[in-house]
Every structure is written in structure tokens, then in C-alpha cells.
């Protein structure tokens, strides 16, 4: 059974992911989102047939264990039968026996259940998040979406694993043992009846007060995690501004307000369980001093006042618990609901029905005419506003221009993440929109300026777009992208793990295994956004030869910060909101002295001589 530790840390992860706090959904809703669970279990019918089963059959021989007392205290105690006590007591240790077994396979059966279920509901949500297009993301913060893999997961788990279970062993006890109560003594169960709304009615009340504060501790805890996560992922940052002290003193007043929000939660609950054991118990000891009487009275004999008086018990316990677990469902309800709000997006809708690939061999040539775009959650906002440019086979193009004038957006449009608003956008004739995505992605090799790598090793690193490269094809790749020395010089060369997003990488190492794996993917269309980020004169100079051998006979885009890379370029075009304002190689801009020349002389550092300047 899954620990209340857990159980916790489920709640509490899945308040992080929801953000503060979301609301709580309506029963009506709470009880939509949980019938959508219903038919995930239909796909594993012999767990959810073996939970059901282990389930009731543990209910039921709980009910029965009652009715053996009876009859041991009425036919045995009572006639001073050795023989027929020793029958009983055999077949009680046989109930218990049973009990066990079927608690066992209940306890299996449900957990399995509980897993198979998180683990298909991972997998599906995952593959469908991977599939949601560029749109989505820009609207979703990443984490978010990760927490809701594992939070809101974890909480389905445990609500199928243990809520559920609970619910329904409870549900047969409750029921079960009020109808045996009135098999019993009809008399007292129509007393005992009467006595539960004035039982239950003041627990209620109670009860929602109490859930809302611990609703405020998880609040609390969630708070507190949140921001230990944050910093902790900031690390460097946090100790290169000497900031541990500050952010240990903010953790640890998020630690004592959660841990007094739980103490305050906790008094409540402690009182709450001290009124409902006054209340319940008071009221079994009243009915059983009214059964006593008739026992007395000869109306009713003493081993049904014990059965009744186990029953009793049994129904109370059962009551309970089912008033717990309500919350604990509904919790769960939000966190199905938050999942199936994922499944619910649109996966990319623009695959056209009849998509051909590009024809074979693709040359690369790219054709961009009058070109409109706005992003889909700026509309209003236009980034681009009419480009047009072209790239002839083989040809390298710079683009250059302020700081958000629109070129990393052409290569958004041109690998298929959104679609123009007006204009055409084609390579080799065809407009881009009637290509599938992943026809057109297989065609363009982007190196980006901020190198992902992943945690896995530097083959896996390099190999990440083609999965099924030889080590020799890899090796190949790094040593045309300048990487094979690095590589070989570290502790298990290729097979070497690379930390957390290549943070025990270099920034001049990362661009040259980015570079290494646009190599291996040998794309005709090369889309190149250079790195900022000052590289050491050594560094610089590998990067460049890696990028040169990169760029050879391939069409290249490259969003130009160099003044090499400039000067290499077959044709400079220059962006500025949204267009091509000027076109012309490095020496006639700079004759022309409009806008290129003012950033030629801002911008453009790296490995240019005055000579190579004179020259150009
Ligand atoms: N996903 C997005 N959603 C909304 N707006 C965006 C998005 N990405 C970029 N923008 C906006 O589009 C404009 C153009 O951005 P873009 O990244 O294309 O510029 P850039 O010319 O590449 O700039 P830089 O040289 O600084 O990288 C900017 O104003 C930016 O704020």
C-alpha cells in the first residue's frame, strides 16, 4: 500500500505543478474526470477482475468472522459444547486464513493495477506532449508540464491504488454490516439508524474546516519546494552572488510557516478524530446499554448482542473512512482532469492528407516571397511584414540585424514549427505547408546558438538525430567538427556521460558537438545561428573550421555574428523589422553606410584580421 508519506508528496508535488492553487473541481466534474479513468482499466481486465474479486472476498469474509462469534457464545459458551467450540475456533482460524490470502492478493492486485495504469498514462501523455506543436510551448512552462508526469500521475496512482480500494472495501462493509445489523436486532439497527445523521451532520462541518487547512499546509509545503528546486537548479548563480545565506533564511521561513500551517491542520484533525470517537462510540455504547437490556430481558440473546456490537463497529470504522476518502478522490479527480487537459491539445494539425516528400535528391534551394507572420499568442503583433530573400543551391546567405528583427523566425517558419500568415515559403518550388513536418525536418540540419545536450554520452550526444550511425560515422563527425581531440582526451572518450545539459562540456565544445551532429545528419539545408557568446581566440578558431566543413556544398542560413562568417557569406541580407532592408556583399553595405554599416562596426567580433577586412 502506498505510504501516507507518499501520499503526501504526491499532493504535494501535484500543487507545485498546478501552479498556487487551482480550483478544486465541482463534484460533478470530479466525477466526469474520474469515469475517463474507467476505461484505462478495461485495457488490463485480469488485474481489474482479480483486484475487484480479492476485494470483495476480503469484504465478505470480514462479515462473516461476526456471525461465527455468535453462534461460539450462544451454541458453545452458552450449552458448554468443548466439541463445537473446538469446530468453531477451526473454522474461524479458516476464515482468517482465507482473510489473509485474499488481503495478500487484494494488496497485489490493486498496486499492480494502480502502476500499469500511471505507467500507460505516462507513456500516452508523453508521446502526446512530444507531438503538440511550437504554439504549445510557447504558452506552457516546460516544468509544469514535467510535474504534471510525475505529480499529477503519482496521485492517479494513488487514488486507484488506495482511494479506490478503500472506497469500495468500504463501501461492501458499510453496507454489509448495516444489513446484518438488521438481520440481528432490527429493534436497535432502527435506533442505530436514527442516531447516524446526528452523527455525521457535525463531522461534516467539522471535517471541511480541517481539510481546508491542510489544504493550506500542502499550499505551504508546495511553496517551500518550489523554491528549494528553483535554487537548487541555480546553484552557480545562487553561490557566485554569495546568495546562500538569503535563500537559506527564505527556505527556512517557508519551512516553519508550512511546518505551523501543519501544526494548526494537525490540532484540528486531532480534535475532529477525538469528537467523532466521542460521538460514534457514545452512540454504540448507548444502543449496546439498550441491548444489554434486552439481553436481560431475554429478547435477544447474548451472542447477538456481541455480533450486533462487531457489526456496529464495523459499519462506524467504515463509515469513517469513506468520509475521508471523498477529498482524497477529489484530488485525484483534478489531477486526472489536469492529464486529460494535455491529451486534449491538438497535436500538429498541419500534416497535409496527400503530403509527398520532397523530391529526391534535394538540391536546397529556398525562395521566401512577401512573407507575414505573427506569433500565435502576440497576434497583434506582426514580426514579419512582408521578407523575401532567396538561397540558391549550395549558396551561403547572412543574415544580419538588430536584436529582434525577425531572423530567428525564418528559421522557426522554415523547419515547419508555425505557419506564414501570407506570402510563400518554399524550397525546391514546394511550399513548405504542403510538406509533412517531419519530410521537411529531415531536409534541415539547424545548429542553434544555445547548444542542447543531453545527459547521456557524448555518442549519444552527437548521434541524436540518427540513432542508427556506426561508431565510424560518429568518430568521422567530430573529427570534420574540430571535436574528436576533446573527446579523446576525456576520461571514457566517446562513451564519456556528460553532466546535466553538458554543464562539464565548455561552451566552445558543446557548439562543437552541436556542429558534429549537423555533420552526421548531412541535411542539404543548413540553418546556422551563431553563438554569441565569446569564445577563446582557440576555441573560436576550431568552431570556425568545424563550421566551414559544416557549411561546404550544403544551402546555409546563417544568422551572422562574426565577421569571418560575414565575409564568407556568398551575400549578406539585412533584417530589420520583418524585411530585408539591404543586400550586397560586406564591402559594398559598408560603401552604402546605411543600417549594416552602424552594426558592422557595433556588432561583428571574432577571427577577422585588418588584412581579411582590407581585403573585403
Ligand atoms: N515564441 C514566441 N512568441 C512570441 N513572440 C516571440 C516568440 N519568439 C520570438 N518572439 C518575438 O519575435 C520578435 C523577433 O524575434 P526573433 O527571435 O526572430 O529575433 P532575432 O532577430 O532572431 O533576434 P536576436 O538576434 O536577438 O536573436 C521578437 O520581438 C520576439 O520578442
Redesign the pocket.
Known amino acids: 500500500m502506498i505510504s501516507q508519506h507518499d501520499r503526501q508528496a504526491a499532493i504535494a508535488q501535484n500543487d507545485q505543478a498546478d501552479g498556487k492553487e487551482g480550483p478544486a473541481p465541482s463534484r460533478r466534474q470530479a466525477v466526469a474526470h474520474l469515469r475517463r479513468l474507467v476505461p484505462l482499466l478495461g485495457s488490463h481486465r485480469r488485474l481489474t477482475i482479480g483486484a475487484t474479486l480479492a476485494l470483495t472476498a476480503a469484504a465478505l469474509i470480514s462479515l462473516a468472522l461476526p456471525m461465527a462469534v455468535r453462534r461460539m457464545i450462544d451454541n458453545g459458551f452458552g450449552q458448554g459444547d468443548g466439541e463445537f467450540i473446538n469446530r468453531y475456533f477451526l473454522m474461524a482460524m479458516a476464515l482468517a486464513v482465507a482473510l489473509a490470502i485474499a488481503s495478500a492478493l487484494r494488496y497485489y492486485f490493486v498496486t499492480a493495477l494502480g502502476e500499469r495504469l500511471v505507467a500507460d498514462l505516462r507513456k500516452k501523455v508523453f508521446g502526446h506532449v512530444l507531438s503538440l506543436p511550437?504554439q504549445f510551448f510557447?504558452s506552457n512552462h516546460s516544468g509544469e508540464i514535467a510535474s504534471r508526469l510525475t505529480g499529477d500521475t503519482a496521485q492517479i496512482k494513488t487514488a486507484v491504488s488506495l482511494t479506490a480500494s478503500v472506497a469500495l472495501r468500504n463501501s461492501i462493509l458499510c453496507v454489509g454490516a448495516l444489513g446484518m445489523m438488521f438481520v440481528t436486532s432490527p429493534g436497535l439497527s432502527s435506533i442505530a439508524l436514527a442516531v447516524i445523521p446526528l452523527i455525521l451532520l457535525p463531522l461534516i462541518v467539522f471535517g471541511r474546516s480541517v481539510r481546508k487547512k491542510s489544504r493550506a499546509a500542502q499550499d505551504a509545503l508546495a511553496s517551500a519546494s518550489s523554491y528549494a528546486s528553483e535554487i537548487i537548479a541555480a546553484n552557480r548563480t545562487v553561490q557566485s552572488f554569495n546568495a546562500e545565506d538569503a535563500a537559506r533564511q527564505r527556505y527556512v521561513c517557508d519551512v516553519e510557516m508550512s511546518y505551523g500551517k501543519s501544526i494548526a491542520a494537525a490540532r484540528s484533525r486531532a480534535c475532529l478524530t477525538g469528537f467523532a470517537i466521542a460521538l460514534i462510540f457514545g452512540s454504540v455504547v448507548g444502543v449496546l446499554w439498550l441491548g444489554a437490556h434486552s439481553v436481560l430481558a431475554g429478547t435477544l440473546s447474548p451472542g447477538s448482542l456481541s455480533q450486533f456490537l462487531i457489526y456496529s463497529v464495523i459499519a462506524a470504522g467504515s463509515l469513517g473512512s469513506l468520509s475521508e476518502v471523498w477529498g482524497e478522490l477529489a484530488q485525484a479527480a483534478g489531477a486526472a482532469g489536469r492529464l486529460f487537459e494535455l491529451l486534449n491539445e491538438q497535436t500538429y494539425d498541419r500534416e497535409p492528407e496527400a503530403s509527398m516528400p520532397l523530391r529526391s535528391p534535394v538540391r536546397g534551394g529556398i525562395e521566401v516571397s512577401d512573407l507575414h507572420f505573427s506569433?500565435p499568442?502576440?497576434p497583434q503583433k506582426e514580426?514579419l511584414a512582408g521578407l523575401s530573400m532567396t538561397v540558391s543551391p549550395g549558396e551561403t546567405v547572412a543574415l544580419v540585424?538588430p536584436?529582434?528583427?525577425?531572423?530567428?523566425?525564418?528559421f522557426s517558419l522554415l523547419l515547419g514549427f508555425y505557419d506564414g500568415s501570407g506570402g510563400r515559403l518554399s524550397i525546391d518550388g514546394r511550399d513548405v505547408r504542403s510538406i509533412a513536418p517531419r519530410d521537411l525536418r529531415k531536409e534541415i540540419s539547424i545548429v542553434p546558438q544555445e547548444v542542447t545536450i543531453f545527459a547521456t554520452t557524448i555518442f549519444e550526444n552527437i548521434a541524436f538525430g540518427r540513432p542508427d550511425a556506426t561508431r565510424d560515422e560518429v568518430v568521422a563527425a567530430a573529427i570534420k567538427a574540430q571535436a574528436h581531440g576533446f573527446i579523446t582526451g576525456l576520461e571514457n572518450g566517446y562513451d564519456t556521460v556528460v553532466g546535466e545539459r553538458g554543464l562539464t562540456l565548455s561552451g566552445g565544445q558543446r557548439q562543437r558537438l552541436a556542429i558534429a551532429r549537423a555533420i552526421l545528419k548531412d541535411a542539404p539545408v543548413l540553418l546556422l545561428d551563431e553563438a554569441t557568446a565569446s569564445l577563446d581566440a582557440e576555441n573560436e578558431q576550431l568552431v570556425q573550421e568545424g563550421l566551414e566543413q559544416l557549411m561546404d556544398n550544403r544551402s546555409t542560413i546563417v544568422?551572422a555574428h562574426r565577421l569571418a562568417t560575414v565575409l564568407k557569406a556568398d551575400r549578406i541580407l539585412v533584417?530589420d523589422a520583418g524585411r530585408i532592408v539591404e543586400q550586397g556583399t560586406h564591402a559594398s553595405l559598408m560603401r552604402n553606410g546605411g543600417l549594416y554599416k552602424r552594426l558592422a562596426e557595433l556588432q561583428f567580433k571574432g577571427p577577422a584580421t585588418d588584412t581579411e577586412l582590407d581585403a573585403a
Request: cysteine-free; glycine content about 18%; aromatic content about 6%.
Open positions: 511550437a510557447d506569433y499568442n502576440t514580426i540585424g536584436s529582434g528583427a525577425g531572423k530567428s523566425t525564418v544568422i533584417v
